[in-house]
Every structure is written in C-alpha cells, then in structure tokens.
C-alpha cells in the first residue's frame, strides 16, 4: 500500500544510510587511471581519498573502488569503472542530499563523458529502534502494516520465539520505476559490533533501468524519490508515525 499524505521529516529519524547509484557502460579510463581530474574537481568537498582493490570472478585482475569522503565521514562517493555513488550515514532531507550529489555528478559527466546510465537507482536503509522511540514493550505488528510483517503478524506468533521472518517484494511503480522491498526485523551490524537489540530492518531500493539519457539523470532520481516516502507511510502505523515525531 502507497500512502498519499505528504511528505514529513521525523524528529526520530530511522534512516541509517541513503544511497544513489548511477551505472554505465565501462569506461576503461577509470580503470586505467588515478582519476586526479575528478578529485580535483570535489576535493573542497571531498577531501579524504582512498582507493580499494576489490576482486572480480575468475582470473581478472581485481577493479578499483575510489572513494572520496568529506572531513566529517558522513558523505561519501565511490567511482569505479562501472559506476559512481553517493552515500549517506546523516541524512537530513532529499534537498540537502540532492545538493551534495550535484557538483561530483557534474564533473563526473563532464570528465569521462558516459554514453547512458544503464541504472539509476535510489537506496533509502531504515533500521526502526523501539528503544529510541520509547516503544520496548510494543509488538512490531503494532508498528508495522500487515503485509511487511509475515506470520508476526498473527498475534499466536512470539517474536521472541521466531528466528527469522522477512519480506522481500520487487514491484512496478509509475513513471517507469521499480522498487525492492526488504522487510523484517533483525540485528544491526554497524562498524563490527551487532547492536543486541532487534530492530525493524525497512530497505526500499528504487531504480529505473535501460538506456538512461545523461541529461535525464537528475529528474530520474527525483522521479524515484517522489515515491520514497508514500512506500515508507504506507508501510508503518499510525502509532510509528506518530512516535517518530513527524514534521
């Protein structure tokens, strides 16, 4: 179910990461070379680098993730040959999200020039915290809509005594989109340690696909996130909505 209230900021924001990719055909020139052009072009925003090696199936040699960081580790974007994102560990609003996104996608474009974006996606990670939100006591049925819970949405069922549950949807959206949905409750890793609590894990990936004309990108990606938010509403109860502090 889609809800169709508008948009909200909660005080209790559940959002532990926010995510856009854009993918494209392989520029070797990336692979190639250090990209000293690009850095320069954001390093007043980005100015920590480093790159990682990561290995590709059989005997190719391992592709390079460059990464940019700003001073506070909270921004990031990774370039490879394949692709270029930008991740969030803070995120406020789409507007400020939409802002830091702008200039590394300019220079990107204008450097290396892609044909298309084969991808463009729009990743929203929500790890839902009862503790934070004073709810310990609450059953995520109460939280949670029906369709995003499984069999904890019976009332019979202990979620104390169930291992595992989750959901997993990939559907159609207007405007040409899609989204995968996962949905169910577990423990967080975050930076090695597993947080003991059990959180409600609500991770939407948006995307549209094919051959993507550049010059379309930025009303790609605000097409994706118009639908972001009525995914999220229509998934959580009032009682969640309210918890949370809505704006």
């Known amino acids: 179910m889609i809800s169709h209230e508008p948009r909200c900021i909660y005080d209790t924001n559940p959002l532990a990461e926010v995510i856009c990719q854009l993918r494209f055909p392989e520029i070797l020139s990336i692979q190639a070379n250090i ?22 199936p059989g005997k190719n040699p391992p592709a390079n993730n460059y990464q940019f960081v700003t001073a506070d580790g909270m921004w990031r974007i990774n370039l490879t040959s394949k692709f270029i994102s930008l991740s969030c560990g803070k995120y406020t609003c789409w507007e400020d999200f939409a802002n830091m996104l702008d200039k590394p996608l300019a220079a990107f474009i204008q450097i290396y020039k892609p044909a298309y974006f084969e991808r ?18 609450v059953p995520f049925r109460e939280l949670m809509e029906a369709s995003y819970l499984g069999i904890l949405a019976d009332e019979d069922v202990s979620e104390s005594a169930t291992l595992r549950c989750s959901v997993d949807v990939e559907t159609a959206l207007r405007g040409g ?21 059990v959180k409600f894990i609500f991770d939407q990936d948006l995307f549209m696909a094919g051959n993507i004309p550049v010059n379309t990108s930025a009303g790609t990606l605000q097409t994706l996130h118009s639908q972001s938010y009525g995914i999220f509403r229509g998934a959580i109860t009032d009682m969640l909505h309210n918890a949370m502090g809505p704006n």
């Open 35 to 56: 990209p000293a052009d690009f850095q320069e072009a954001i390093r007043h925003i980005f100015p920590k680098y480093a790159v990682r090696p990561e290995a590709l």
């Open 120 to 137: 463009v996606g729009l990743r929203y990670v929500n790890f839902i915290s009862r503790e934070r939100l004073n709810l310990s006591e």
């Open 177 to 197: 989109c899609r989204v995968k949905i996962h949905a169910g409750p577990g423990k967080v890793n975050r930076n090695g340690k597993i947080d003991p609590e």
